[in-house]
């Protein structure tokens, strides 16, 4: 069974990187379909904000571009999300998807609160 | 970007009834649109994927239509399981978009 968890601190300071990982069992990240970073937000917006491709090659959400940056660690299975000087906007619930077109796996979410 | 418009925002529904949900996109798609259920601190879960292709273990009381920049998915014979909030996606071009979500309550 394919299972996604993701990982990491539920409070940054604002100005500061956010950094989360998304650990793959049941399925090589490397074998097929895009690695993907979606959150929601507290108002139930959701927001789609980038991938991972099996190969390596990446795609992000232009309203985040110059923020993002999304990498992988294939001897781990795992993938990686990097959002820099988050603001407390940032303040969501992310989870990391598997896109087999569309989202057909997803992790349980970890909530992030970006605050001093 | 590919703007969603989904509609109601929230449904109160009787058990047993059918319920419908819309979603209208900027432009055309061509049928690139997925339906998923959310229920509080899960995660979200694929129901309908290519308009109308229901996921192998979803009833068929789901169901989906549309083409071009009007979709819909309905639940006939609402069950008391079915709580929850529904969301459509867009997946035909990056950056992928997701409508703003109906909450489903049982009158």
């Known amino acids: 069974e394919i299972q996604l968890q993701e990982s990491g601190p539920g409070l940054v300071k604002p100005s500061q990187s956010l950094s989360l990982t998304c650990s793959v069992t049941?399925?090589?990240?490397?074998?097929?379909?895009?690695w993907s970073w979606i959150r929601k937000f507290p108002g139930n917006k959701m927001e789609w904000m980038g991938y991972i491709s099996y190969s390596g090659s990446t795609n992000y959400n232009p309203s985040l571009k110059s923020r993002i940056s999304i990498t992988r660690d294939t001897s781990k299975n795992q993938f990686f999300l990097q959002l820099n000087s988050v603001t407390t906007e940032d303040t969501a619930t992310y989870y990391c998807?598997?896109?087999?077109?569309?989202?057909?796996?997803w992790g349980q979410g970890v909530m992030v609160t970006v605050s001093s | 970007d590919i703007q969603m418009t989904q509609s109601p925002p929230s449904l109160s529904a009787s058990l047993g009834d059918k319920v419908t949900i819309t979603c209208q996109t900027s432009?055309?798609?061509?049928?690139?649109i997925a339906w998923y259920q959310q229920k509080p601190g899960k995660a979200p879960r694929l129901l309908i994927g290519f308009t109308s292709r229901l996921v192998s273990g979803i009833p068929s009381r789901f169901s989906g239509s549309g083409s071009g920049r009007d979709y819909s998915f309905s639940i006939s014979n609402v069950e008391s399981e079915d709580i929850a909030s529904y969301y459509c996606l867009q997946y035909d071009n990056s950056p992928f978009t997701f409508g703003s979500g109906t909450k489903l309550e049982i009158k």
């Open positions: 998807a598997r896109r087999r077109a569309p989202f057909d796996y």
């Open positions: 049941g399925y090589t990240i490397t074998s097929g379909y895009d």
């Open positions: 432009q055309n798609i061509n049928k690139y």
